[in-house]
Each structure stands twice: as C-alpha cells, then as structure tokens.
C-alpha cells in the first residue's frame, strides 16, 4: 500500500483503525500531539481550536460530497444534516384510502393454503371463514383500517452496508493546487 496523505479518510472492511490511523467516530485529538492533521482539518469537525480539535464522525452517518449538485441543498464540508427517524404527520401523507373486498369461493377445489393464482387463500376444508349468508365480493367499510402508527417516528435511512471510515494520522502532507 502507498503512503497517504495525511487527512485521508479511507473505508476498512475490518473492525480496527490500522496503526497511523484512527476511527472516524468523532473523537477529539490534542493539537499538539497532531499539528499536521489539525492545520488540515481545523475546528470544521468540532473542537475549541485552541487544545482541541474533532476528527469527523461517520457513527450513524453516510458520506456525502460537499457543494450543491442540481436541483439539490449545498452543503459545506464537516456539516452534518439528516435524521434517523422522521414522525410523519396527515398533513405530510398524500390523501388515500385502503379498501377491502371480501371474495366468497365456493368450489373447494380453489381453495388452497398456499398463495396460487386464482385461488382462495384459506384452509381448503374450513368452508367460508367469514359470517354465513353474506353476499359474496363484499366491500368492507371504509373505516374498516385507519391511522395508525400513534405518532411515533419511523426508520428513514437508506440501505447500508457497515464498513470503517478511518482516516490517516501519519503519511504525506498534501501540497494545495
């Protein structure tokens, strides 16, 4: 492997920060001790910029380019924006509604207790599971299924795959143009 360039920030397939490297987990370093890193990174991850400073946190994080791209919010580098979960309100729902028909199948050929194209889903000798002497192909009352959910916040994240975001401690310092 070649030497990095200090401030790098690679992704491990392995649980550890190799050595000259550490996590990308937001921990906060000593300028002291890492000069070099800090006049790269300065206090745009965190830090008070006189002892200390953060490395950036990829914990619950994805990565993103900084700048705008078309159509889409600009972002600076070191911003962190997002959410875990996102509660949803009516107004935010498209209007829609849920509605149920009930199928009567009375040859019990059809009726099987595996999905099958053409068949009622059921126990084949049950006979009908619903009350007897209803009309077959009913619809249920709108008001059958309502809101649900009692206002509590949904997973909103993308699919991921977890990895180790770590950057370099040590290695060449980038020259700037």
């Known amino acids: 492997m070649t030497e990095p360039f200090i401030g790098e920030i690679q992704l491990f397939g392995f649980n550890f920060a190799?050595?000259?490297w550490a996590s990308c987990n937001g921990a906060t370093l000593a300028i002291r001790q890492n000069t070099a890193l800090f006049s790269l990174l300065g206090t745009?991850?965190?830090g008070d910029g006189q002892t200390t400073?953060?490395?950036p946190n990829f914990v619950n994080r994805a990565a993103t380019q900084q700048g705008q791209g078309p159509g889409l919010t600009p972002h600076s580098i070191g911003e962190a924006f997002g959410s875990n979960g996102v509660t949803l309100t009516q107004n935010e729902m498209p209007?829609?509604?849920h509605s149920l028909t009930i199928y009567n199948q009375p040859a019990e050929s059809k009726r099987t207790s595996v999905p099958?194209?053409?068949n009622y889903l059921g126990l084949p000798t049950s006979g009908s599971p619903f009350v007897p002497g209803n009309t077959a192909n009913t619809q249920f009352s709108p008001n059958m299924i309502g809101p649900s959910g009692g206002s509590q916040p949904?997973?909103?994240r993308q699919?991921?795959?977890a990895t180790n975001f770590c950057i370099a401690l040590e290695g060449v310092f980038p020259s700037f143009g």
Do not use: K
Request: no cysteine.
């Open 18 to 20: 190799p050595q000259g």
């Open 159 to 161: 699919p991921y795959l």
């Open 116 to 118: 099958a194209a053409g």
């Open 53 to 55: 400073f953060q490395l």
């Open 154 to 156: 949904h997973e909103n």
């Open 44 to 46: 745009q991850y965190g």
């Open 95 to 97: 209007s829609h509604s």
